[in-house]
């Protein structure tokens, strides 16, 4: 009996862990918790944590580690708003969008400056990225002159709204892009070259480099990628706040490095999914969402989340032992 | 097999302490109002007395107080997601003291649209939808800080005002109201510096309020508008030994601020009372509830403690409010 569960909890992984969290709440919370409004609520809230996670996914599979992507997102959200805020009128269409990819491109930027430190005078990520967490942290407070930046009413904020206009969108526009940008993710990992070395590097980087992968020049390319994925989480974060904030997202790179761990990440490299991060993401949201909805005192929160973790990891390493 | 044993374990734990945690809410007034209360943190003196100051009013009337801060200490998002869910869990009124006055009318909007009705407390929302703002009078605070600090300097003398942080509306307010009243009754006082910030924190207070002693160090009276600034002044005058010759008047209370009072160097500090702000946040989501019109904007008093009055009973209600009784 005892080994039966324990085959069909390893079989389902992450999704088990979620499910079995979501019945749990459905069983102990009021009535609302399994309304349409509070998933809607649930995934909306899942989108910020969702999408960073993916492009931490990159990192961590390639045994790498980013620590400023939550400052990168502070940043992003203070750069948005300053170019929009730098319109005269009426936003329209187009000032949005160059503020959202000034805010995408700057977190990119953060990442490329990290890689580039990493790569060339081969410092360990750890301490590079706990550098440039600070880094980025200290320029978004600079930029908005140690304030929050207002931003005249536009579309990006919409993009968080949990009943969505138009409604027949049904969801957040941000959850659609997280949902297609987790399935770009997913096949650029499985199905392309680019996916194969990013886990060659992270199971051992010594004979992916004596097989022929150009090691530096694809770490280059995943932080890269990953400061962008970071950056669209960015936009996100503007959207629900609808002002640059650079004292937002403070802690929220172990949210999402917490993500892609639950989702099966190995901080030892080599392991990790799209998909699993995502649920990841969306597991938090649930815990968090769940936990106010019986009344939880805040601390039991965080007690929980942390208990989860290490329990996603004691999991993870039963899976292996088999 | 162990781990494994163990992390089921782990999970059994987990559902006893959910259950248990659960267990303290009143499942027997199932048709008991629920409102909601949402700090702007959890851990502050201030907030612990509006906690308390809720929890009366509901018991008082008959309502299910659900206290629940952001998870981040004063992290807007966090706090955006806490309103969400009570939109979702569908309670009967919300009482917020909102982080930021833009970021968190969207959030607010939408629960009205729900037909949740939203008491503001503490600081102020953008927003026209709000059923009620209930906070304490900032520019009545100033100026009871100016009568006093006018008074203490017999009508004339050089005085600095130390603002608090760029944005930040209950100080400016505070500032501005000081400024009003001591230029309208006091023409003998000048104000020789108003335009320097000493920033969030006590650290950074501390050196702007050193580097303004050094340069204006004949003043006779200063004003600080909140807790970490005087706090940061008082260390200033204490290090170049001037705490007790300049007259400091201040806003809000703190352990170290009611001992600089004791030993004369603190002449007076303005109070707020947040325990009746949420007493009576909470009262005027009730009437909204039942369909009664409440006023738009209702200020909770503000009281100047001195040296004199520090023991009398109406000082020690705010200094040290009953917060034992409700929060068991």
Not at chain 1, 10 to 21: H, T, W
Request: proline residues 4%; glycine residues 10%; charged residues 15%.
């Amino acid at each position: 009996m005892d080994k039966r569960l324990r085959k069909t909890l390893m079989a389902l992984g992450p999704f088990g862990g979620l499910v079995f969290v979501f019945v749990f709440f459905a069983v102990l919370a009021p009535s609302e918790f399994v309304s349409f409004y509070n998933i809607k609520t649930i995934m909306t809230q899942s989108v910020i944590v969702g999408i960073a996670a993916l492009g931490m996914t990159f990192v961590i599979i390639s045994r790498g580690i980013d620590l400023s992507v939550g400052s990168q997102i502070a940043l992003g959200t203070v750069v948005v708003a300053v170019i929009l805020a730098r319109g005269e009128g009426e936003p329209g269409l187009w000032l949005p969008v160059a503020g959202g990819m000034a805010g995408i491109l700057i977190c990119a930027f953060v990442g490329y400056v990290s890689a580039i430190f990493i790569t060339r005078f081969n410092i360990v990520p750890f301490i590079v990225t706990l550098g440039t967490m600070q880094i980025a942290r200290g320029v978004g407070k600079w930029i908005g002159m140690e304030q929050t930046v207002p931003a005249p009413e536009n579309w990006l904020n919409n993009l968080m709204l949990i009943d969505p206009d138009p409604s027949w969108l049904l969801f957040a526009p941000g959850i659609w892009i997280a949902l297609i940008l987790m399935g770009i993710s997913s096949v650029l990992l499985r199905h392309t070259i680019f996916g194969r070395y990013v886990f060659a590097i992270g199971s051992n980087e010594e004979t992916a480099r004596l097989c022929g992968v150009n090691v530096h020049r694809y770490k280059i390319i995943i932080y890269t990628l990953c400061g962008i994925l970071t950056g669209i989480a960015a936009v996100m974060q503007f959207s629900s706040l609808t002002i640059g904030d650079p004292t937002s997202a403070i802690g929220l790179e172990l949210d999402i490095i917490a993500a892609v761990v639950i989702g099966g990440g190995s901080l030892n490299g080599g392991e990790g999914s799209a998909v699993g991060s995502m649920i990841g993401a969306v597991l938090m949201a649930v815990l968090r969402n769940g936990c106010n909805m019986i009344g939880v005192p805040t601390f039991v929160q965080e007690i929980i989340i942390g208990a989860i973790i290490v329990g996603a990891v004691l999991v993870d390493q039963q899976r292996h032992k088999k | 097999m162990i781990p494994f044993r163990s992390s089921l374990l782990l999970c059994l734990l987990l559902v006893f302490f959910l259950a248990s945690c659960t267990d303290n809410q009143p499942s027997d007034e199932a048709d008991a109002l629920q409102i909601a209360v949402i700090p702007k943190g959890t851990s502050h003196q201030f907030w612990k007395s509006i906690h308390a100051g809720a929890n009366k009013a509901g018991s008082e009337l008959g309502a299910e107080i659900i206290w629940q801060g952001p998870q981040k200490e004063d992290d807007r998002q966090m706090q955006i997601q806490v309103v969400q869910n009570f939109i979702s869990r569908n309670v009967d009124a919300i009482v917020l003291a909102p982080l930021d006055a833009r970021s968190l009318v969207k959030p607010v909007e939408s629960a009205i649209g729900r037909g949740i009705p939203v008491v503001i407390i503490d600081s102020g929302l953008e927003s026209d939808q709000i059923s009620s703002f209930v906070a304490t009078d900032n520019r009545l605070g100033g100026a009871l800080a100016a009568d006093h600090l006018s008074e203490l300097l017999g009508g004339e003398g050089k005085i600095i005002v130390l603002r608090y942080q760029e944005g930040s509306a209950s100080t400016t307010n505070r500032e501005e109201g000081f400024l009003e009243r001591i230029r309208e009754i006091a023409p003998g006082i000048e104000i020789v510096v108003d335009n320097q910030y000493a920033g969030a924190t006590i650290e950074k207070a501390f050196q702007v309020s050193q580097n303004l002693l050094n340069r204006f160090g004949d003043v006779d009276g200063i004003f600080c508008p909140n807790e970490s600034s005087v706090q940061g002044m008082l260390r200033a005058l204490q290090t170049a030994g001037k705490a007790g010759e300049i007259q400091l008047v201040g806003f809000d209370a703190s352990e170290s601020l009611i001992e600089g009072m004791r030993d004369g160097h603190i002449q007076g500090l303005v109070l707020q009372d947040p325990f009746f702000m949420a007493y009576q946040g909470v009262q005027t989501a009730v009437k909204v509830i039942k369909g009664e019109t409440v006023e738009a904007q209702q200020n909770t008093r503000v009281k100047l403690v001195t040296p004199e009055n520090i023991d009398s009973a109406e000082s020690q209600e705010l200094l040290s409010p009953d917060l034992e009784t409700w929060l068991k």
